[in-house]
């Protein structure tokens, strides 16, 4: 009789606690994750009201209490590279986080040049087998979007292996790469990408509605929700016929309309994908974006758009103006107005803290996606080396500064000219030359010291040069250190022509 009652007495014991077990952490905070070195790191999860919270990590224990909602959050002191550790957190039941190292954590964002995965890129079997770095942590947040910001995200931290880069984000993988074999330290990459996203979905709805030349993406999206239950029939409609057809007569299957709940809705991603990566500290962010918002309608607009992002973004974080490294697109045959989109990005240069990946030079004018993601990510970090973390190298392709005009041709200046400029395969081409009448005639190009002179036996009176100025452009103009010069014009006139002489 005893034993028979002394077994469910010691089970009840065993169980109550767990019963009361509300202390939980957010998916980022997880087992083989990377703490950002060097600054306060945020722990934070939920727990019963009031209840009372203890994390030991390292050599330091810190506590804090629920509010009223449940929500708790504490700081740990900043902390030197290096791991692995276990971190404990202890209030009414015990959460140990296993495998956790300190380094450097970088955010990967944007649409699919950013999604595009290691095992997609160029010699993928060679770069997975290559893949084994334990002290690279990977975390890919899950596709989702949102009405309103969200507290959490869908992912898992993961050792970099072959297994594990070969799904991940190449330019993230790269970019991480290299700064781990350059620095030395863990490095956590968080990839959260999704294709074919424009950056107003990356962006908060409080920053678009506070900037009424961004409205136009607001407005826009307000028709679409209008015109939605109308298209949605006409989508069920078309998609009935489709399916009776026969399987060899089948045109392309017709494509869903947008709507509530789609990834192209201002905020959506920011909401879902990006708030909840918030309170995690990071060191910065690298971008890879621009392709769907390179319409005629939106280039222009997008250095209003992409500025306001980034503040959004550095605000959101309240780490001050972190850095944000980011890709201008690539050189593809497209019908888009990619030469402004590229003076968009270019741009936002002006905002402290950023940094240009040129990789007009290694796209593919067939393929919106090329698959040279090494020089993209190793692009990317050369400007944290030398920005970031203080390397003293050449870090960035020529950018224009200015022009002057010296009779018949027009002497152009630049800033990353290295040791020098060259032109890596054979005489300079690219660059156009107008006089007053804003008609562009090919011209000739030449390397002067750190300058390059342009003329045009075609224009006696220039006024303005552009430079790879199309969507797939001719271009040769490099420094010492092999790096593109980015696109450029020293005009801003609009309905110039282009000579076919």
Same mark, same amino acid.
């Given at each position: ?8 007495v ?6 109550? !606690?767990l019963a ?22 945020r722990?934070w999860?939920?727990?019963?009201? +009031?209840?009372s919270?203890r ?6 224990t810190?506590?804090?209490? #629920?509010?009223?909602? +449940?929500r ?9 590279? +290096?791991?692995?550790n ?11 986080v296993? =495998? ?6 970088w955010?990967?964002? $944007? ?7 290691v ?14 770095y334990?002290?690279? %942590?990977?975390?890919q947040?899950e596709?989702?979007? #949102?009405?309103?910001?969200?507290a959490?995200v ?7 292996? !072959? ?9 993230g993988?790269?970019?991480?790469r ?7 330290v863990?490095?956590g990459?968080?990839q959260?990408?999704?294709g074919?996203?424009?950056?107003? #979905?990356?962006t908060?709805?409080?920053?678009? %509605?506070?900037? !009424?030349?961004?409205w ?11 015109e939605?239950?109308?298209?949605r ?12 057809l026969?399987?060899?007569d ?9 709507g ?5 809705a ?5 909401n879902?994908?990006?708030?909840p990566l918030?309170?995690?500290g ?5 971008w890879?974006?621009?392709e769907s918002?390179? $319409?005629?309608?939106q ?16 605000? %959101? ?12 697109? #690539?050189?593809?045959?497209?019908g888009? =107005?990619?030469?402004?989109l ?5 741009e936002?240069?002006?905002l402290?803290n950023t ?5 007009v030079?290694i ?9 040279? /993601?090494?020089?993209? +990510? ?7 080396l030398a920005g970031?973390?203080? %390397?003293k190298?050449v ?9 002057t005009?010296? $009779? ?7 800033d ?7 032109a890596?395969d ?7 030359i ?10 000739e190009a ?6 390059v002179?342009?003329s045009?036996r075609?224009v006696?009176?220039? /006024? ?38």
């Amino acid at each position: 009789m005893f034993r028979r009652v002394l077994l469910p007495v010691c089970l009840l014991a065993f169980l109550a !606690p767990l019963a009361s077990a509300t202390v939980t952490l957010p998916k980022l905070i997880s087992d083989h994750m990377v703490f950002q070195c060097d600054m306060p790191v945020r722990v934070w999860g939920s727990a019963a009201p +009031g209840e009372s919270v203890r994390v030991r990590f390292r050599d330091q224990t810190v506590r804090a209490q #629920a509010d009223d909602q +449940g929500r708790w959050e504490l700081f740990l002191q900043p902390m030197d590279a +290096g791991g692995p550790n276990d971190m404990r957190v202890e209030g009414n039941n015990r959460l140990v986080v296993r =495998d956790i190292l300190v380094g450097e954590v970088w955010i990967a964002s $944007g649409q699919s040049n950013m999604r595009w995965r290691v095992d997609q890129s160029n010699d993928a079997d060679a770069e997975i087998a290559a893949a084994k770095y334990p002290r690279i %942590r990977l975390f890919q947040v899950e596709l989702d979007t #949102a009405g309103e910001p969200r507290a959490d995200v869908t992912g898992v931290w993961k050792r970099c292996s !072959p297994e594990s880069a070969g799904v991940f984000s190449a330019v993230g993988y790269f970019f991480g790469r290299r700064l781990h074999q350059e620095l030395n330290v863990p490095v956590g990459i968080i990839q959260s990408a999704w294709g074919g996203t424009p950056a107003e #979905a990356w962006t908060s709805r409080e920053k678009l %509605r506070a900037d !009424p030349a961004l409205w136009f993406y607001l407005n826009r999206w307000d028709r679409v929700l209008a015109e939605w239950p109308a298209a949605r029939i006409r989508y069920e409609r078309d998609l009935a016929a489709w399916k009776r057809l026969p399987e060899a007569d089948r045109p392309p299957e017709p494509r869903a309309p947008r709507g509530p709940g789609h990834q192209h809705a201002p905020a959506a991603l920011y909401n879902a994908m990006v708030a909840p990566l918030t309170p995690y500290g990071i060191r910065g962010a690298i971008w890879y974006q621009g392709e769907s918002n390179a $319409g005629a309608d939106q280039a222009r607009l997008y250095r209003r758009l992409f500025r306001t992002m980034i503040e959004d973004w550095r605000s %959101r974080w309240g780490q001050g103006p972190f850095p944000f490294l980011f890709v201008q697109l #690539a050189n593809y045959q497209t019908g888009g =107005d990619w030469p402004t989109l590229r003076e968009s990005q270019t741009e936002a240069l002006a905002l402290r803290n950023t940094g240009m990946a040129v990789t007009v030079d290694i796209g593919d004018p067939e393929d919106i996606h090329p698959r040279n /993601k090494q020089d993209a +990510g190793k692009r990317l970090a050369l400007w944290a080396l030398a920005g970031t973390y203080g %390397r003293k190298i050449v870090h960035s392709g020529p950018l224009y500064r200015q022009m002057t005009t010296e $009779g018949d041709r027009i002497r152009l200046w630049f800033d990353h000219t290295g040791a020098g400029l060259k032109a890596w395969d054979g005489a300079l081409r690219g660059f156009l030359i107008a006089g007053p009448d804003h008609v562009f005639h090919p011209a000739e190009a030449a390397i002067d010291g750190a300058t390059v002179v342009v003329s045009s036996r075609l224009v006696e009176e220039p /006024k303005a040069v552009r430079y790879a100025w199309d969507d797939d452009p001719p271009n040769n103009l490099r420094n010492s250190a092999d790096l593109p010069a980015s696109p450029f014009r020293t005009d801003d006139w609009t309905g110039a022509i282009l000579s076919r002489e």
